[in-house]
C-alpha cells in the first residue's frame, strides 16, 4: 500500500503496548499493516512540524489538545493571520487512532503526562503512597488522543448554571448553534435529530461501528429496573442509558488534531513546533499586553513575538502551571518558588473540579474470556475499518441518572454510570485464544463505575517548583465533602440491581468479584453503605475531567481568571479554550464541551480582529512592543528534566503494584490477572530496544521525516 508520500515514522508502534511476550509478533504485523493501510493512518495528512519557530506571529497557541487544535486550525483558515502552534508532545501514532486501543498508550510517556496527584487526604488510599494518577496526552491532539470518543455535551441545566454565575452569552440556548455547527452528525434521522445535531461540520460524530451483543443487554437490564433509555444524551432525552455516540470518522478516532489541524497542512501561515514545551508569557512593559511567548524545543530556549493575541490551551493543569511560571496568579504560590508576581490574579489553579468514580468488577460466569481482537477480526478492521477494532467494546455504553440526593426538579442528574470491557486491543492473533494467556480458563469480565458528576469536592494546581519541565503540584482532593461519597454509594445500588436484573444474572452468570478494599472489610460489615463509603475512597476511580482551574467569571468572583470573552481579566490578549476555564463541570465527558469553547474563543478573537475596531480597542492601552527584545532568543536551556516520582507503566498504578494487587480494579478491564496480560503496561525496556532499533535502520521514531519536504524548515530527527 502506497499513500503517495514519503513514509514518515510516527511512533511509538503498538508492539510494546500489550504486556508479555506472547502478543509481540501479532501486535507488531498489526501495527504494520495499520501504519499502512493510508485512510486510517493518516501518513500524508499530517502537518509538518518546524525545526524552528520564525520571529514573529499573529497568533500563538499554547498546547495542541481538544481545545488548542480546534481553536489553531480555525484561526489559521483566516486569510492573513499567521499562526504558530506550540504543542509539548508528538504527532499521533497510528495505533492510538484504532478505538479499541484506546487504553493501550496509558502511561506511555512518549503520549502521556503521566501525572500523579500529590498524597491524598481522603480519596486513593489503596494506591501507592496515596496518589491518584491522571493519564494525560503529551501528544498533538492531547486528550482527544488518548480519550475514549464518548461524544457527551453537557445538559441544558449546566449552561444554565455557567449564565448563573454571571457569564452571559453561554446559555444553552447560545451554546447549542456552535454545538451543531462544528458537528457532521452521520446518525441524524436514525438515532438523533436535527433539531438538536449538526452536518457538514469538521467533528465527524457517529455510533461505533460495532457493538458486543452485552451492550444492548445492559439496556435491556436498564430498563428491567426501571431506568429510562435513549437514543441520545445530547438531545430531547438526555437522561437515561444510552449507546453513545462517539468522534470517530469511518471507524477511525477523530481527535480534534485529525478534525481540525491535519486539513491546515498546506497552508503556509499555519506553523507547528512539536515536542516544544511553553514556559512563559511575557508581559509588555505595562503589564496588560502579551507580547512574546517562550518556549523551549531540544533543549533551547526560543521567543517569538505575538503581534495579536496567545491562545492558552494547555489543559486544566498545565494552563495554571504556565500562568503561574509567568507571574501570573496568587502572590503565595509564585511566593513559594521565587517567582515575582506580574499579575495578580488569585484564582489561577483554584477551584480545580473533577468527576470522581469508583470501579466495581463483575464476572460472567457463562462467557470465557476469549480475546475479541484475532486475525478476523484485524482483517475486517484493516480492510473495512469495521469489527470490534472499531469500537470501544462496552465503554460506548454510559448512562446519565439522577440519584436519590439529585436536585428535585429531576433535570440536573447527578450521577454518570461508565462500563468498560470487551476490548479487542490487544490479542496473540489466533481465533478464540485466551484474552491472558496466563489464565487460559479465566471468565470474561468488565467494570461498571458510578461517576458523581456534580462534586462538590475541590482541588489546586500549584508549582513544585520554577522549572517548566517540571510536572505541576496537584492536588485532587476528592471526597473531601461527605455528599460526594452519598453520590457514589447510590450509584453503587443502582449497579448492584442492574446486575441483579434476569437477563443479565441468568443468561450471562453476572456476578460480583469480592474485594476487601483494605480495611474496609474488617471494619464494616458487608455490603452496608459504611463499607461502600471506606471502598470508594480506598480504591477511589480519579476521573479524566479535570476543568475549572482557570474559571470564567465576572471581574467581580476572587477566582474568576477569565471573563465570558475567555480573556484573561486584566490582560488585553490572553484567551484561554481549554477545560481550566468552564465555570462549573458540565455533567458528561468534556471534550465536545471544549471544543465548543474554543470554537466560540475563536468567534470572539474574529469579532475583534475582523471587525472595524480601533487600536485602541484592538491592542489595549499598553499597546507597544517591549524594547530591544529580538525574536526568536534562542538560549541555552539551563532546565533539568525532573517530573517527580512516577509510575512507569500503568493505567492506574506501577507495574509491581498491578502484579501485587491482580485484584485491583480497573476502569476499563475487568479484574482477573489481566493485568499480566493486557495492554496496559508500557514496558520500558523493550520500547528503548525498539526505539534504538528504529533509529539505527533509519526509522524515524520521534517526528517523521517528511522528506518530500526542505529538510532545513522541518522537524527531521
Ligand atoms: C483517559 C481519558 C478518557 C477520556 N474520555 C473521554 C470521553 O470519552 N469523552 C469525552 O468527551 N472526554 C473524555 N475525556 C476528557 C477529555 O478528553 C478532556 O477533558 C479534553 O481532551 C481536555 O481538553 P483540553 O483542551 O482542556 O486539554 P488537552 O486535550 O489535555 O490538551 C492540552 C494540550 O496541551 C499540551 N501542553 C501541556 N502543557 C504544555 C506546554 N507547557 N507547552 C506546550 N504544550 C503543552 C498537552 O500536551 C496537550 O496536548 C477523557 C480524558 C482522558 C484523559
Redesign the pocket.
Known amino acids: 500500500m502506497n499513500c503517495g508520500c514519503a513514509e514518515s515514522y510516527i511512533g511509538p508502534p503498538l508492539t510494546d503496548t500489550c504486556g508479555g511476550g506472547a502478543f509481540v509478533i501479532f501486535m507488531g504485523l498489526l501495527d504494520s499493516f495499520l501504519r499502512k493501510k493510508c485512510e486510517i493512518s493518516e501518513i500524508c495528512q499530517r502537518v509538518a512540524p518546524r525545526l524552528s519557530p520564525d520571529s514573529e506571529y499573529d497568533f500563538v497557541v499554547?498546547?495542541?489538545?481538544?481545545?488548542?487544535?480546534?481553536a489553531a486550525g480555525k484561526l489559521a483558515q483566516v486569510e492573513g493571520w499567521k499562526v504558530l502552534l506550540?504543542?509539548?508532545?508528538g504527532d499521533e501514532p497510528p495505533g492510538s487512532q484504532v478505538p479499541a486501543m484506546?487504553?493501550n498508550y496509558?502511561g506511555n510517556p512518549d503520549l502521556d503526562?503521566n501525572y500523579q496527584t500529590e498524597p491524598e487526604p481522603v480519596a486513593c488510599q489503596g494506591f501507592p503512597e496515596k496518589r491518584c494518577t491522571?493519564?494525560?496526552?503529551?501528544?498533538?491532539?492531547?486528550?482527544?488522543?488518548?480519550?475514549?470518543?464518548?461524544?457527551?455535551r453537557g445538559t441544558p441545566r449546566d449552561y444554565e448554571k455557567w449564565v448563573q454565575a454571571d457569564n452571559p452569552g453561554w446559555s444553552y440556548e447560545d451554546v447549542l448553534p456552535i454545538f451543531k455547527r462544528f458537528e457532521d452528525n452521520q446518525d441524524i434521522g436514525s438515532f438523533v435529530e436535527a433539531k438538536y445535531h449538526g452536518v457538514n461540520g469538521p467533528l465527524t460524530t457517529s455510533r461505533f461501528r460495532h457493538q458486543p451483543q452485552l451492550a444492548f443487554d445492559v439496556l435491556r437490564a436498564a430498563e428491567e429496573i426501571g431506568q429510562n433509555v435513549t437514543d441520545d444524551l445530547n438531545g430531547e432525552k438526555y437522561m437515561g442509558f444510552s449507546i453513545?455516540q462517539?468522534?470517530t470518522r469511518h471507524g477511525v478516532r477523530l481527535s480534534?488534531a485529525r478534525a481540525y489541524v491535519r486539513p491546515q497542512r498546506n497552508n503556509p501561515n499555519f506553523h507547528l513546533m512539536l515536542n516544544?514545551?511553553?514556559?512563559k508569557i511575557l508581559l509588555g512593559s505595562g503589564k496588560r499586553q502579551a507580547n512574546m511567548v517562550e518556549?523551549i524545543y531540544k533543549g533551547a530556549t526560543y521567543r517569538v513575538r505575538v503581534r495579536k493575541e496567545v491562545v492558552l490551551?494547555?489543559?486544566?493543569?498545565?494552563?495554571p502551571?504556565?500562568l503561574l511560571l509567568s507571574g501570573i496568579g496568587p502572590k503565595e504560590e509564585l511566593e513559594k518558588v521565587g517567582i515575582a508576581q506580574v499579575h495578580n490574579l488569585p484564582g489561577v489553579g483554584r477551584n480545580l473540579q473533577n468527576h470522581v468514580a469508583f470501579y466495581m468488577g463483575y464476572k460472567l460466569e457463562n462467557r470465557p474470556a476469549t480475546s475479541d481482537l484475532d486475525w478476523a477480526t484485524a482483517l475486517d478492521y484493516i480492510l473495512y475499518q469495521n469489527g470490534p477494532m472499531s469500537s470501544?467494546g462496552l465503554?460506548q455504553v454510559t448512562a446519565r441518572i439522577n440519584s436519590p440526593y439529585a436536585d428535585p426538579s429531576g433535570t440536573d442528574p447527578d450521577l454518570q454510570i461508565f462500563f468498560a470491557g470487551y476490548t479487542a486491543n490487544c490479542a496473540t492473533g489466533s481465533i478464540g485464544d485466551p484474552e491472558d494467556p496466563e489464565h487460559p480458563l479465566a471468565k470474561k469480565d468488565f467494570t461498571v463505575s458510578p461517576v458523581a458528576l456534580h462534586p462538590k469536592s475541590r482541588g489546586y494546581v500549584g508549582l513544585h517548583s520554577s522549572n517548566?519541565l517540571d510536572a505541576p503540584k496537584m492536588v485532587a482532593n476528592y471526597l473531601s465533602h461527605p455528599d460526594d461519597v452519598r453520590v457514589l454509594v447510590a450509584g453503587i445500588r443502582v449497579i448492584q440491581q442492574l446486575a441483579n436484573t434476569t437477563i443479565l444474572r441468568e443468561s450471562y452468570g453476572m456476578a460480583p468479584d469480592h474485594e476487601e478494599y483494605g480495611e474496609c472489610l474488617s471494619k464494616h460489615r458487608k455490603d452496608t453503605d459504611a463499607f461502600w463509603s471506606c471502598a470508594v475512597k480506598y480504591y477511589t476511580g480519579p476521573e479524566?475531567?479535570?476543568?475549572c482551574s482557570c474559571k470564567m467569571g465576572p471581574k467581580s468572583d476572587p477566582l474568576a481568571v477569565v471573563d465570558n470573552k475567555l480573556l484573561i481579566h486584566g490582560l488585553n490578549n490572553v484567551r484561554i479554550?481549554?477545560?481550566?476555564a468552564m465555570p462549573v463541570l458540565v455533567s458528561?465527558?468534556?471534550?465536545?464541551?471544549?471544543v465548543m469553547m474554543?470554537e466560540r474563543g475563536v468567534d470572539f478573537i474574529k469579532e475583534k480582529w475582523l471587525e472595524a475596531n480601533t487600536i485602541e480597542e484592538r491592542l489595549g492601552q499598553d499597546s507597544q512592543r517591549s524594547p530591544g527584545v529580538q525574536a526568536p532568543v534562542k538560549q541555552s536551556a539551563s532546565y533539568s528534566f525532573n517530573r517527580g516520582p512516577s509510575f512507569p507503566a500503568a493505567f492506574q498504578h506501577s507495574d509491581a503494584f498491578h502484579r501485587q494487587n491482580p485484584h485491583l480494579p480497573n476502569p476499563y478491564f475487568g479484574y482477573n490477572g489481566k493485568y499480566a496480560g493486557l495492554s496496559v503496561y508500557y514496558n520500558p525496556h523493550s520500547y528503548n530496544q525498539a526505539k534504538h532499533q528504529h533509529k539505527d535502520s533509519d526509522l524515524d521514531y520521534s517526528t517523521k521525516p517528511y522528506s518530500s519536504r526542505r529538510k532545513t524548515d522541518y522537524e527531521q530527527f
Open positions: 499554547i498546547g495542541g489538545g481538544s481545545g488548542g487544535a480546534a506550540i504543542e509539548a508532545g484506546v487504553v496509558f503526562w491522571w493519564p494525560r496526552g503529551k501528544v498533538l491532539g492531547g486528550c482527544s488522543v488518548i480519550n475514549g470518543m464518548m461524544y457527551t453513545a462517539s468522534n480534534s516544544s514545551t511553553a514556559s518556549f490551551a494547555a489543559g486544566a493543569l498545565n494552563t502551571q504556565i470501544t465503554s517548566p479524566n475531567h479535570q476543568a479554550m481549554d477545560a481550566s458528561g465527558n468534556t471534550h465536545a464541551t471544549i474554543a
